[in-house]
């Protein structure tokens, strides 16, 4: 069957490479369980992007939930209550990203002061803010188009052969909540000591980790 999906790995590397450019190199991120392919597929972007950024891949920050906000809150709680605890959280849905932002004002944690958080999803209530959430937004409209062209494809006859994958980029809607409009001492990536990266040890098929409501990975 034809499909139409996001570069979910390209747009979680684009939201860590804006973390780091702001000088985070503590950032932790929440996904969905394991076992769905969007969940794991940004989890292996936030890896690559940390390894091929020479950082730390820091289990104790990286977690799997279900796709829902109680779940994410209650990870965002121990990994912020950790003394050495991330500046900055990514989330792969906007329920999880809700989840973080409760948990962080439960915790007196002001955003983008005291925590940096970058989520998935457009949130409708995200103007209301106070520092609106810098936001991974997937090309909803331009998914749909394409879909109706392979649909169309297919009806017309003028293919019919395998099916066919098409991966679309998202864009990254930067907003105040890693402090990007006042962020000091941000540096351009090749400045960051990038290294090299074996895509055949950070591929979309790497082994994932198994789906837990928080365990840190070992």
């Given at each position: 069957?034809?499909?139409?999906?996001?570069?979910?790995?390209?747009?979680?590397?684009?939201?860590?490479?804006?973390?780091?450019?702001?000088?985070?190199?503590?950032?932790?991120?929440?996904?969905?369980?394991l076992t769905a392919t969007t969940a794991h597929e940004r989890l292996v972007g936030y890896r690559r992007a940390m390894r091929r950024a020479g950082l730390p891949l820091d289990r104790s920050v990286q977690a799997s939930c279900a796709w829902d906000s109680q779940a994410a809150?209650?990870?965002?709680?121990?990994?912020?209550s950790s003394a050495a605890r991330p500046t900055a959280l990514i989330a792969a849905t906007a329920d999880l990203t809700l989840g973080?932002?409760?948990?962080?004002?439960r915790m007196n944690l002001h955003i983008p002061d005291d925590l940096a958080v970058v989520g998935f999803d457009e949130l409708s209530w995200n103007p209301a803010l106070l520092s609106p959430v810098t936001t991974v937004i997937q090309p909803a409209r331009h998914i749909?188009?394409?879909?109706?062209?392979?649909?169309i494809?297919?009806?017309?006859?003028?293919?019919?052969?395998?099916?066919?994958?098409?991966r679309l980029s998202a864009h990254l809607a930067i907003r105040q909540s890693c402090g990007s409009d006042?962020?000091?001492?941000?540096?351009?990536?090749?400045?960051?000591?990038?290294?090299?990266?074996?895509?055949?040890?950070?591929?979309?098929?790497?082994?994932?980790?198994?789906?837990?409501?928080?365990?840190?990975?070992?």
């Open positions: 069957m034809d499909s139409v999906l996001l570069d979910n790995v390209g747009a979680a590397m684009e939201a860590v490479d804006h973390l780091i450019r702001l000088g985070h190199r503590h950032i932790g991120f929440i996904t969905g369980p809150a209650a990870i965002a709680r121990t990994m912020l973080i932002i409760a948990e962080a004002a749909g188009m394409a879909a109706a062209e392979l649909l494809d297919r009806i017309s006859g003028r293919y019919s052969g395998p099916p066919r994958r098409v006042r962020a000091h001492g941000a540096l351009p990536l090749h400045q960051l000591g990038f290294i090299a990266v074996n895509p055949a040890t950070d591929s979309v098929t790497e082994p994932a980790y198994q789906p837990a409501s928080y365990q840190p990975t070992s």
